[in-house]
């Protein structure tokens, strides 16, 4: 986007402008005539009488000033259309001069930073300090404030279980580019007691106590293995979440999983690739990888 406007207003603006000094100026000289003339002796409806005090000279000093400073400010700096002013100044260039100043400070560090492994990151607490920084200003909001999850829609990024796969290079791409994750619904084709049953098959794989030879088995290789693996083990390049462990996203109770299999689901992670850069990606993700590190992954 252009600092300064172009065209039809560029013009439009200085012709406000310069009427609006014309009109100061009159004014100016308005008040000044004025203070030393007689103002007429006027009634009007009987008993109001125009005031006989011009006003005080104070008014033409004071204006005089606004006057003059108006002026210099619009030689030294833009304001009369595409004129820049003697300074050059512009909102973009003080932006780009603080972005250059803090490149020259921090380009370096960053720099480093980017291009550190994320098992690296993880002993520079500094850098962690950083990484849970940016995760506290995008992302908490819907993970919390201790990325434990909430609400039954958003993921724990706490317990070493990751939806699309919890390596860095995943992580990376998941913070960068979001994620769009579909649940197909299956009221249609299963009917209320075929979703109670697949639901109650589901349940059973989770707890490892699941019948292969059951009839919901076979709805199970049917309509479900396809994405989240014949064991249940989900499919992470498809973000078909692993069925056989503890971790619910949507809630782990029977109605939850009911309702799961019976209208679907949509979840949707947002792209960051131009809200952050290379490097808060990095800490982000370094700091989010630290924890999944420590804590063996069940999908």
Not at 76 to 90: A, C, E, F, I, N
Request: charge should be negative; include cysteine; glycine fraction near 10%.
């Amino acid at each position: 986007m252009a600092d300064l406007p172009s065209g039809f207003w560029a013009g439009w603006i200085a012709t406000i402008t310069v009427v609006t000094l014309i009109g100061l100026a009159w004014l100016v000289s308005s008040v000044y005539f004025s203070a030393n003339g007689e103002a007429a002796d006027e009634v009007w409806d009987e008993n109001l009488r125009e005031g006989a005090t011009p006003a005080p000279l104070w008014w033409f000093w004071l204006m005089l000033a606004l006057l003059a400073v108006t002026v210099i400010y619009l030689i030294l700096y833009p304001g009369l259309g595409t004129h820049r002013g003697v300074l050059q100044w512009s909102q973009g260039g003080r932006i780009a001069a603080s972005a250059e100043r803090y490149e020259e400070t921090f380009g370096a560090q960053r720099a480093a930073v980017g291009s550190a492994a994320a098992a690296d990151l993880h002993s520079d607490e500094l850098a962690m300090n950083a990484g849970e920084s940016v995760f506290m200003n995008h992302c908490a909001a819907c993970h919390g404030a201790d990325a434990a999850g909430q609400a039954d829609l958003f993921p724990n990024l706490r317990d070493g279980s990751w939806q699309w796969g919890g390596d860095v290079t995943a992580l990376e791409q998941t913070v960068r580019s979001g994620r769009q994750a579909v649940m197909p619904p299956w009221q249609a084709v299963l009917n209320d007691e075929g979703v109670a049953q697949l639901a109650d098959y589901v349940l059973a794989l989770s707890a490892g106590s699941a019948d292969p030879a059951s009839t919901a088995a076979a709805s199970y290789r049917t309509y479900c293995s396809a994405c989240h693996g014949a064991d249940g083990a989900g499919q992470p390049l498809l973000g078909a979440p692993a069925l056989n462990d503890a971790e619910w996203l949507y809630g782990g109770t029977p109605a939850a999983v009911r309702a799961s299999i019976a209208t679907g689901r949509n979840g949707v992670m947002p792209a960051f690739g131009e809200r952050l850069d290379a490097t808060q990606i990095r800490l982000v993700v370094a700091w989010l990888a630290r924890d999944a590190a420590a804590k063996p992954s069940s999908r």
